[in-house]
């Protein structure tokens, strides 16, 4: 099999996994309710519609200053890259093509599809850097972690930040391994795309530009003994076509510059500290309890998809401090990489999950923060599931060549299974889910770990109770779901249209709980309006309370 045939075979391969993890999310959207974040997205990406609408009609009028600023004013905390293929989903899969019955999913569909993209695209690095097993393990094993199969669901921005990092780092390697102008070029346009994601992206220079200066470093020394200033086209073209297509893709900022791109910074680096329970204990303010990120990966990521991390992370760093002794040695690598792609993974990894170490990071977010560590994670487990099979296969019960083509299929069926089951299990419950190492739900309640946020549980209670038993007309006090987010349910039906929101208990027939620690004084507040201590209903996952409905 030749270059061009094995490229389109890996291309093939990774296409279906991310087409088949698309097709999954889209499968389960229907049954997951609106996280509160998504109710200001929908709104946003409506008021986008409408420009892009005006743009391929009039674009002389829809680049007039008045026209940017009225319109791209909406939610302009967070980029715009995102919400603006939101927006046009909906104009076009929605609107015009009819492809969704629910405006909701076409809002979705970017997120998903690009969630689908990171698939892809970690089957593709795992493909390259290590091998085809390996990159099909950790793509799997991507897919399979229950916060990334939550995320990758919603209106918003975490899990296109996990995909577009994924791919900057992707082909910055390319650039790398290429020497490719055509890569460096397009690197610049994906990071440019990034910047325009998340403010993640401002992190991917403690990544690339360390190990651009490690692969460079004899092109460097050459170019300062010619009195020249070294810097890669990849590096090149990062800084200076990233910046400008970020501008470009960012109406918002077309005006006021400056003021404005400050003021983005500011809000993020200033950011309010929300509430999040951690061990019992409700954190609203730092310092931040620095134990939080990695109890939080060991007790959502599945375990065995780390036990595979710990091998393979554990081969490649030994193998990388044996090729750094070689160098001192001044002995020839027994493991020679040029691109230092072990490095690269490793500096991904550490630099996703950095911040959390420190105590003044909010951790208001949960798990979704760090996303953009998990492929990096699972490419290390998928080259430890390639160690693991490699060892067995040396066993002698099955050293024959049939047992032993056998042995990758027969593990990878156990790694994947638990994963598989644990994030089918979550859905929709994916923030209240942990694994079984930590007692799953229950034990995710017992510790005191968070079993929500972006009060995404109101659906649940509708379909469980208040779909069958809620009068005709009642108020129903929504507690933490935005309003944007309760008018998309009532206007998809997934709540009766005959409900009515209101905002406190004091008005209502009906009262939701959506349960966190900091939220029990809205329990308070309902037994003092509606006279009794007792729920109606209880929503519960594995027997958990998630969402409690009291009836006046």
């Given at each position: 099999?030749?270059?061009?045939?094995?490229?389109?075979?890996?291309?093939?391969?990774?296409?279906?996994?991310?087409?088949?993890?698309?097709?999954?999310?889209v499968a389960t959207a229907r049954t997951l309710g609106f996280a509160r974040d998504e109710g200001f997205y929908f709104r946003a990406a409506s008021d986008y519609a409408r420009w892009f609408a005006l743009f391929f009609e009039k674009p002389a009028q829809a680049i007039d200053r008045s026209t940017v600023d009225a319109i791209w004013s909406s939610n302009h905390e967070h980029p715009a890259f995102v919400k603006s293929l939101f927006a046009l989903s909906k104009l076009y899969l929605f609107d015009k093509w009819h492809l969704f019955s629910d405006m909701s999913t076409a809002f979705r569909f970017p997120a998903m599809v690009l969630s689908g993209m990171a698939i892809y695209v970690t089957y593709l690095f795992g493909a390259r850097a290590y091998s085809r097993t390996a990159g099909f393990i950790a793509a799997v094993l991507l897919g399979l972690?229950?916060?990334?199969?939550y995320n990758a669901h919603l209106a918003c921005f975490d899990a296109p930040i996990l995909a577009m990092w994924t791919l900057t780092l992707y082909v910055y390697w390319r650039s790398v391994k290429e020497r490719s102008i055509g890569f460096s070029l397009l690197l610049g346009v994906i990071y440019g795309l990034t910047l325009n994601t998340k403010h993640n992206?401002?992190?991917?220079?403690?990544?690339?530009?360390?190990?651009?200066l490690l692969v460079h470093r004899r092109a460097a020394g050459r170019a300062l003994r010619l009195g020249m200033v070294p810097l890669p086209a990849n590096l090149l073209a990062m800084f200076t076509i990233g910046p400008l297509v970020f501008f470009a893709t960012w109406p918002w900022i077309w005006n006021d510059t400056f003021p404005r791109i400050q003021a983005y910074m500011a809000f993020h680096l200033n950011h309010e500290y929300y509430n999040m329970e951690f061990l019992g204990r409700n954190y609203f303010s730092a310092p931040s309890p620095r134990a939080y990120m990695p109890v939080m990966i060991a007790a959502t990521v599945p375990t065995v998809t780390l036990a595979l991390f710990f091998v393979g992370a554990f081969e490649r760093v030994t193998t990388e401090v044996k090729r750094w002794l070689s160098f001192v040695h001044w002995q020839k690598p027994a493991d020679p990489d040029p691109l230092h792609t072990d490095l690269l993974f490793t500096l991904a990894f550490f630099a996703a999950i950095g911040p959390w170490l420190f105590p003044k990071?909010?951790?208001?977010?949960?798990?979704?923060?760090?996303?953009?560590?998990?492929?990096?994670l699972c490419?290390?487990?998928?080259?430890?599931?390639?160690?693991?099979?490699?060892?067995?296969?040396?066993?002698p019960p099955i050293r024959s060549v049939f047992v032993a083509r056998v042995v990758p299929l027969a593990l990878g069926l156990c790694v994947l299974l638990g994963p598989f089951l644990i994030t089918t299990h979550s859905h929709p419950f994916g923030l209240s889910t942990y694994v079984p190492f930590a007692g799953g739900v229950r034990?995710?309640?017992?510790?005191?770990?968070?079993?929500?946020?972006?009060?995404?549980t109101t659906q649940s209670a509708n379909v469980e109770y208040m779909e069958k038993h809620a009068p005709n007309g009642s108020r129903v006090f929504i507690h933490d779901t935005a309003w944007d987010s309760w008018e998309r349910m009532r206007d998809e039906t997934r709540v009766r249209p005959d409900l009515q929101a209101v905002g406190s208990p004091s008005e209502a027939d009906i009262a939701?709980?959506?349960?966190?620690l900091h939220m029990a004084e809205v329990d308070y507040q309902i037994w003092t309006a509606f006279g009794t201590t007792s729920p109606t209903y209880v929503v519960a996952h594995d027997d958990v309370p998630i969402v409690s409905v009291y009836r006046r």
């Open positions: 099999m030749n270059n061009q045939e094995t490229s389109l075979r890996d291309h093939a391969t990774g296409l279906s996994l991310g087409t088949v993890y698309v097709a999954w999310l972690v229950p916060s990334v199969f992206a401002w992190i991917l220079p403690f990544v690339i530009v360390p190990h651009a990071t909010p951790i208001f977010g949960g798990t979704k923060h760090w996303l953009t560590a998990y492929p990096f490419l290390f487990a998928g080259r430890g599931f390639d160690l693991v099979c490699t060892a067995a296969k040396g066993t034990g995710g309640a017992t510790l005191g770990l968070n079993r929500q946020f972006w009060g995404y939701l709980v959506q349960h966190e």
